[in-house]
């Protein structure tokens, strides 16, 4: 199971670190995902990390701004985002895949297995 949280109402340029806690599966053998869904918009992602740490991806919309880590002692994988602008408004998920190749980055939605249920990030202007 993946819970997230740390979601809330922030100004534009403040900062929000979401967590994604999991229980129930062999946390380091996972490559690790945040997606997020604005109203209308598809759902898009906008970290990733493979699940040797070796290798992480962001799209253009994250790069800079935001960076995903873990920590295997504690089941959790993090969110941290700074330089929040309205555009990043949506649902933020969390999502896990197990996976052999322990050096590859998951950038499709079809690639996870398991989500969290979401949090709510609000940007204002």
């Known amino acids: 199971q993946l819970q997230a949280s740390g979601g809330g109402l922030v100004q534009t340029g403040g900062s929000l670190r979401l967590s994604c806690a999991t229980s129930?599966?062999?946390?380091?053998?996972?490559?690790i995902g945040w997606f997020r869904q604005a109203p209308g918009k598809e759902r898009e992602e906008v970290a990733c990390?493979?699940?040797?740490?070796?290798?992480?991806y962001y799209p253009a919309s994250a790069k800079g701004r935001f960076t995903i880590s873990r920590d295997n002692a504690k089941n959790t994988f993090y969110l941290q985002m700074n330089s929040l602008k309205p555009e990043d408004t949506a649902v933020y998920y969390c999502?896990?895949?197990?996976?052999?190749?322990?050096?590859?980055?998951?950038?499709?939605?079809?690639?996870?297995?398991?989500w969290g249920q979401g949090t709510e990030v609000t940007v204002s202007s």
């Open positions: 999502a896990a895949d197990r996976t052999q190749y322990r050096d590859v980055v998951h950038t499709l939605e079809s690639e996870y297995d398991y």
């Open positions: 129930g599966f062999a946390f380091d053998d996972y490559a």
């Open positions: 990390i493979a699940s040797s740490d070796a290798k992480t």
